[in-house]
């Protein structure tokens, strides 16, 4: 009866470490014009790093995502395991941009 009880424990560590292995590298990159800061990158960091490990490393790599990342936070799409707060969420979405943006 134990050995009932683990499989959905284990199916749901394994869905989550599967799932967890998200990767932008099929999406085109964009032109860097507006670094993120380090509020930003610390909040990039604390919401999007478990899953997206390779993508976000430096700010430059972050920049270089600029819209794909605003776009899924602002509708919904990432976090796609967990939850944001508003203020995260707002700090991605009001991401400070470039004069000749």
Same mark, same amino acid.
């Given at each position: *009866?134990? $050995? #009932? #009880? =683990?499989?959905? /424990?284990?199916?749901? /560590?394994?869905?989550? *470490?599967?799932?967890? &292995?998200? +990767?932008?590298? +099929?999406? #085109?990159?964009?032109?860097? !014009?507006? /670094?993120?800061? %380090? !509020? =930003?990158?610390?909040? =990039? @960091?604390?919401?999007?790093?478990?899953?997206?490990?390779?993508?976000? @490393? &430096?700010?430059?790599?972050?920049?270089?995502?600029? &819209?794909?990342?605003?776009?899924?936070? !602002?509708?919904?799409? *990432?976090? $796609?395991?967990? +939850?944001? +707060?508003?203020?995260? !969420?707002?700090?991605?979405?009001?991401?400070?941009? %470039?004069? #000749?943006?």
């Amino acid at each position: *009866m134990k $050995k #009932n #009880n =683990l499989f959905p /424990i284990i199916f749901f /560590i394994v869905f989550i *470490m599967v799932g967890c &292995t998200a +990767s932008l590298e +099929s999406y #085109n990159r964009e032109s860097c !014009k507006s /670094i993120p800061d %380090d !509020k =930003l990158f610390n909040v =990039l @960091q604390n919401n999007c790093v478990s899953c997206h490990k390779k993508d976000f @490393q &430096t700010k430059l790599d972050i920049c270089s995502r600029k &819209t794909i990342i605003i776009d899924a936070v !602002k509708n919904g799409r *990432m976090p $796609k395991y967990g +939850s944001i +707060s508003e203020n995260d !969420k707002n700090t991605i979405i009001e991401w400070p941009t %470039d004069k #000749n943006e």
